[in-house]
């Protein structure tokens, strides 16, 4: 059949089945139970939907976009099951076809539209917030706080910005002056910022409650995030800009920003004490176990460490980057689909990650292809609906592809806490040896509390637990979150995390105070 046949056949069969359905529809209000009816509408709705998708498929192929792509082809052969949908024939530099779009953005829409949108029920509008538009210093002061941006150079030519908080929401009158309290610095995690630690609000958000507990509290930025896109050599649309992984942040990033606190608080305040507590959450905790195991000389600059669903050993992951895994090593692949540069994985490939990450239903759908929330986990007990917009404004905040590859390398090598892998060769060259070697926690003095939940994806028991035990020397300990269902973004985010998170860090902090 030729496809100005198929166009055909579709638009009468269309037809008929809205007016059958209508039909239906017509007697079902009638004779039916809310649910009974609701839950028609559901399924009505869907099949018009499917519909939908089968028509944009078969206009696809007629415009010839409906081949796999050979690399595709032969990741399928790898044993991933990609299928059409997962790798679209474009360059790595678009984001996928979309519905009304052509290779340049321009395809017309297609002529079909479903009978059934005017019944969806309407969600409840979710009131702006102006934090979602906000910068990390001035969602802060829009609550009431001090806030400061600091600017500073890494010592392979990374410019980095850092937000500091350093006094409550009370004044830094009534708390003695600036930076009085101890110094507290917060590492985001992964495809994340600085904005992290306030998007909650007050009374919620961690930066702000340990501000308003008399911290002096200081928010990193890693290269290549939304506060950190400059270098003193490379713009950021160079490959050279991106050549690097968390590796990088932690033998750089951190130690130079450690270096600066201690430097502004010795010339604001002649303050030369060595008291600094990091809080690390996700990719922050394994920037500051890989500077402490490589660079033992930063353990006596710290006096203790905080680890928010630590990540180092990766071998019981169950998050949907464990499929990205078999190809870490493919480079070819890798930088056709996931970008060369930064992270930016085209549309396709975050659904079908996320076929496997989040319940797609249509209140959902949009969170699930959220890049966090689709390698991270999605808990619909801690979620809070007003929140999410302000998330999205802030998330991703954006990284390299080395080092989400960096994470998947490690799922592959047997969750080993390893350097990053440039293959035999360029091992050999660089380590000496045809692998990478690993990271010597015995390096590691400083005491660490561990921090993990149940249900987390990328921070599992079973992966806490080996870190535990080579961390046993100096160990605070390992702290279970008491909840089942809490994952790995609720650290952060989750209704409870100021009850059954924070209250503990805080106990756990005075210790060292």
Same mark, same amino acid.
């Given at each position: 059949m030729g496809?100005?046949?198929? !166009?055909?056949?579709?638009?009468?069969?269309?037809?008929? /089945?809205?007016? /059958? =359905?209508?039909?239906l529809l017509a007697i079902t209000r009638q004779t039916a139970a809310d649910g009974l009816f609701d839950n028609l509408i559901s399924q009505l709705m869907t099949t018009a939907a499917t519909a939908q998708n089968y028509l944009e498929e078969a206009y696809d192929q007629r415009q010839g976009r409906g081949t796999v792509p050979p690399s595709a082809a032969s990741a399928v052969g790898a044993g991933m099951e990609l299928g059409d949908e997962l790798l679209p024939t474009t360059p790595s530099t678009t984001t996928g076809f979309e519905p009304g779009s052509t290779t340049h953005g321009t395809r017309a829409p297609l002529p079909f539209w479903n009978p059934f949108v005017w019944l969806r029920p309407k969600a409840p509008s979710i009131p702006y917030n102006p934090d979602t538009d906000l910068s990390t210093p001035e969602i802060a002061v829009r609550h009431g706080y001090q806030a400061e941006s600091h600017t500073l150079k890494t010592a392979d030519g990374y410019l980095l910005t850092v937000h500091r908080l350093p006094c409550g929401r009370v004044g830094c009158g009534a708390q003695g002056g600036k930076g009085t309290g101890q110094p507290v610095f917060l590492q985001h995690g992964l495809l994340s910022s600085s904005a992290d630690w306030l998007l909650s609000g007050p009374d919620k958000a961690l930066a702000f409650i340990l501000a308003d507990a008399g911290y002096d509290v200081w928010l990193g930025n890693a290269r290549g995030n939304t506060y950190s896109r400059k270098h003193v050599s490379f713009s950021s649309d160079e490959t050279a800009f991106w050549d690097f992984s968390w590796h990088e942040m932690a033998m750089y990033d951190i130690p130079a920003?450690?270096? &600066?606190? &201690?430097?502004?608080?010795?010339l604001e305040r002649n303050d030369t004490t060595r008291n600094l507590l990091y809080v690390g959450h996700s990719m922050g905790t394994t920037m500051i176990f !890989? =500077?402490?195991?490589?660079?033992?000389? &930063?353990?006596?600059? =710290?006096?203790?460490?905080f680890a928010l669903a630590p990540v180092a050993f990766m071998g019981h992951v169950k998050s949907p980057i464990r499929l990205l895994a078999p190809f870490s090593h493919d480079i070819e692949m890798i930088l056709k689909f996931f970008g060369g540069n930064e992270f930016m994985p085209q549309n396709k490939i975050i659904r079908y990650l996320a076929k496997y990450g989040c319940e797609l239903t249509e209140a959902e759908k949009y969170i699930c292809e959220n890049t966090v929330f689709v390698l991270c986990g999605f808990d619909k007990e801690q979620y809070n609906a007003t929140l999410m917009p302000v998330i999205f404004g802030h998330t991703p905040a954006g990284t390299s592809t080395k080092t989400v590859v960096h994470y998947a390398q490690e799922i592959h090598n047997?969750?080993? $806490?390893?350097? $990053?892998? &440039?293959?035999?060769h360029e091992n050999q060259r660089r380590y000496g040896r !045809? /692998?990478?070697?690993?990271y010597n926690l015995e390096n590691i003095s400083t005491p660490i509390a561990l921090f993990y939940a149940n249900n987390d994806w990328l921070a599992g028991p079973m992966d806490v637990a080996n870190l535990f035990n080579q961390l046993?020397? /100096?160990?605070i300990g390992m702290f279970k979150i008491p909840n089942d269902n809490f994952n790995h973004v609720d650290f952060l985010w989750g209704n409870d995390a100021p009850e059954v998170v924070y209250k503990q860090l805080m106990m756990l902090m005075q210790r060292y105070k």
């Open positions: 496809p100005g046949k198929t !166009a055909r056949s579709h638009g009468g069969v269309k037809s008929r /089945t809205i007016v /059958t =359905l209508i039909a920003e450690i270096d &600066y606190v &201690y430097g502004m608080r010795e !890989a =500077l402490l195991a490589s660079r033992p000389e &930063y353990n006596e600059k =710290l006096e203790a460490v047997e969750g080993n $806490f390893q350097l $990053f892998d &440039y293959g035999e !045809a /692998t990478p070697p690993g046993h020397r /100096t160990s």
